[in-house]
Each structure stands twice: as structure tokens, then as C-alpha cells.
């Protein structure tokens, strides 16, 4: 069982930047895909961002790329969502997901993942 504690949320304003972090346990952090989801209220668990296991490949979706960057630290079992030009749009709960068998093909569908953390509130001001 693979437990997932995200932390970095808050409140910033529109142009700012945060880093979320996504802490690891019980697993063999390494051998899974991770990404981050978000949440908006009233709204469906939307991707943003994927890495493979061992942080080869990277995949992000079309509203934040290059924007945001998401990179993990084995040795710290520890993946991460940076940031940067946020709009009042990334207003969102944000979910870090683990799925444990990693593969080539990123996935992006909710359903594909077996772990999830609790979210972490980001509030983008206007």
C-alpha cells in the first residue's frame, strides 16, 4: 500500500508561482508513474502532468505546458509540481497519483491510477 501526502498549496496571486511536493511511503517509489490532477470546484479530476518512474519521460497537458514542470526525487520519494505564470484558471485542488506499473505510454485517465494523496488547495487571485 503506497501512501501520498501532498503539501505547497495556497494562495497566490495571478503571475506568481508555487511548488507543490507529493511525499511517498510504503512502496517502491521508483517503479511507479506519477502525475498530478486537479479539481476545480464543480468541476471533473483533470490531468496536468505525468513522469515515469524513473523521470525519463514527461508528458503535461496542453493548458499548462510550459508552465509548469513536474520532476521527482527518487531518493527522496518525492515528486513535484512546479508552478509558474499561474492564471485564476489553475484555481484548483491539486492531487499527486501514483500508478504501479509504470510503462512507456503516460497515462492520463484517473482510472489508471491506483494511489492517490489528499489534495492540496491552490487558489489563484485575479
Known amino acids: 500500500q503506497v501512501q501520498l501526502v501532498e503539501s505547497g498549496g495556497g494562495l497566490v496571486q495571478a503571475g506568481g508561482s508555487l511548488r507543490l511536493s507529493c511525499a511517498a511511503s510504503g512502496g517502491t517509489f521508483s517503479r511507479y508513474a506519477m502525475a498530478w490532477f486537479r479539481q476545480a470546484s464543480g468541476k471533473e479530476r483533470e490531468f496536468v502532468a505525468a513522469?515515469?518512474?524513473?523521470?525519463?519521460?514527461?508528458y503535461y497537458a496542453d493548458s499548462v505546458k510550459g508552465r509548469f514542470s513536474i520532476s521527482r526525487d527518487n531518493a527522496k520519494n518525492t515528486v513535484y509540481l512546479q508552478m509558474n505564470s499561474l492564471k485564476p484558471e489553475d484555481t484548483a485542488v491539486y492531487f499527486c497519483a501514483a500508478l504501479q506499473f509504470d510503462s512507456y505510454y503516460l497515462k492520463v485517465r484517473t482510472d489508471d491510477y491506483d494511489y492517490w494523496g489528499q489534495g492540496t488547495q491552490v487558489t489563484v487571485s485575479s
Open positions: 513522469i515515469r518512474g524513473s523521470g525519463s519521460r514527461i
